[in-house]
């Protein structure tokens, strides 16, 4: 059975909600939260199948840039995108952390499939202004493949599209509540029911809140203190930038769950589909063993001292959060010592 059965044979219980729920589900990442910390194994997770697709066809992802972007920034996520598909990668590697998310399977029993970057779109004119509400990210998406020029296909069988903000761009709730979500949109707005996801920047807006743990909240002190990672101090971005670093860990957070919950039917933990706790939601703050308490967990340092925790091409690091494993029933990565 295919994705394409799965998509609109869930379509229209989704649609009859979307219109009273879009504004209330919000699938954010949030710098820790202790209290959801599972890094050990744990029977009290209730993660459940709601017999709704995962992406198990191969993923092509279609990146949206919009605003005026850096171009090293730009090159620092393209790296870290293309490196899902490299097997060139040392170990731990992008594309090992990944298996960790092809583990989670259909009732068909297929599982995610593989992603691969297929496509770019630079909306430098920002054709839907400086602030976007949830509900005007499917026009972003909209214009992007109805673009007269260089546009992206509309690709409803295997796409997804992943809509990256630049630093000047006001997002609803960034910042306050979300530094990303993931949803699908309307086929009222774009014709057709596709998966997609929103990551803002936020070096310029809130580094303290989305670009943890290489920035710190303002009125919140220093990190907690901790004697495993040195102390108080802050741990250097792998890539020169705690913005970019920090939307890269994000980035990875909505890939996973928008492959393993693109209707909001599939994985997650919790009896209401509006605030469901998904894959990675389970896994926040945790980028090695033994985190908790605000400490990331055992990670590598480069030679600069900076941390990263996975290996991308061109030889960039990478620091990205860990998320649920099925099998082992706790947070894993493909850098954890056990």
């Not at 020029?149 to 000047?168: A, H, Q």
């Not at 303290?208 to 040195?230: D, L, Q, V």
Request: aromatic share 16%.
């Amino acid at each position: 059975m295919d994705n394409k059965f799965h998509f609109f044979h869930y379509l229209h219980f989704f649609l009859l909600l979307s219109s009273s729920c879009f504004s209330l589900v919000a699938f954010s990442w949030i710098p820790y939260d202790e209290n959801k910390n599972y890094e050990g194994s744990s029977d009290l997770v209730n993660l459940e199948y709601h017999m709704g697709p995962v992406l198990s066809s191969p993923i092509k992802l279609y990146v949206i840039w919009y605003g005026h972007w850096n171009p090293s920034h730009q090159a620092t996520i393209r790296d870290f995108l293309n490196s899902f598909s490299s097997s060139y990668a040392p170990h731990p590697s992008v594309a090992d952390w990944w298996r960790t998310v092809r583990l989670y399977t259909d009732q068909t029993g297929q599982n995610i499939s593989t992603i691969s970057l297929s496509g770019e779109f630079f909306d430098y004119k920002y054709s839907q202004g400086k602030y976007l509400s949830r509900l005007s990210m499917q026009y972003v998406i909209k214009n992007a493949v109805r673009s007269y020029r260089e546009s992206i296909p509309l690709n409803y069988k295997n796409g997804v599209y992943l809509v990256l903000t630049s630093y000047d761009v006001q997002v609803q709730e960034f910042c306050r509540a979300v530094c990303g979500f993931h949803y699908f949109t309307f086929p009222s707005i774009l014709g057709v029911t596709v998966p997609y996801a929103w990551i803002g920047y936020s070096g310029k807006q809130c580094p303290g809140f989305c670009a943890y743990p290489f920035a710190w909240p303002k009125n919140s002190g220093k990190p907690p203190p901790n004697t495993r990672n040195g102390g108080n101090n802050l741990m250097g971005a792998p890539n020169g930038d705690p913005g970019v670093d920090g939307m890269i860990s994000v980035i990875a957070h909505e890939l996973a769950e928008v492959s393993s919950n693109p209707l909001v039917n599939a994985w997650y933990a919790g009896d209401n589909p509006m605030s469901p706790t998904e894959i990675a939601d389970l896994c926040l703050g945790v980028y090695g063993t033994g985190a908790g308490g605000g400490y990331v967990g055992q990670v590598y340092k480069d030679f600069r001292g900076n941390g990263f925790n996975l290996h991308g091409v061109k030889g960039r690091k990478f620091l990205v959060q860990w998320v649920w494993n099925p099998l082992r029933r706790r947070c894993f990565g493909p850098n954890a010592m056990d």
